[in-house]
Structures are given as C-alpha cells and as structure tokens.
C-alpha cells in the first residue's frame, strides 16, 4: 500500500495522520489537545458518600437480620460489610483526585 505525504500548510501547532476512509487514505489534521482540567476533591461530599453508602449497607444487613430471626446478627455483618464498602466507594469515586 502506498501512502502520501500530507501536508497541512495552515499553522504549525497542527499535526497531520494518515487515516484510512474506505479505500483512499485521508489526511486527517487536528490542532493539539489540551489535558482535562483535574476534578477538585471536596472533602465533605466524599465524608457524605463515605457515610451513605456505610449507613445504606448496615440498614439492608440489619433488615435481612431482622427478617431472618437475628437483628444483632444482621447489624454485626452490616458493619464488617459496610466499612469495606464505603471505601471502596469513596476510592471509586476519587481515586484519581490526588494523581
């Protein structure tokens, strides 16, 4: 396959690719992207979510306790669950806030 030479004369910050559209290539010239600006942490939403999803975790355990016969059961497997989970939200929403 033969390629050609693309040249974009228009400005200098423009870079050229050879890209294939159906059997012809194309010169494909587009000016340098920009990074995404980071996302900001907030503390207190990331406290709320931390606190939602625990709270959220230990109430479903302690209704399936409740409903199987053993509140304190369902409340003491919803807290060993629920700690883990809300980090593990916490880190899925945030992990990259720091990086």
Known sequence: MRQSKAICEQS???RCHIVPVGAVPAALCSPPMEPPARRAFPPAEA?????????????????IGW???SLKAGL????????????????GRYHGAFS
């Open 76 to 91: 003491v497997v919803g807290v060993v669950i629920g700690l883990p989970a809300g980090i593990a939200g916490v880190y």
């Open 47 to 63: 406290g709320a979510l931390l606190i939602v999803v625990t709270a959220l975790v230990i109430g479903v355990s302690t209704l």
């Open 67 to 69: 409903l199987a016969g």
């Open 12 to 14: 200098s910050d423009f």
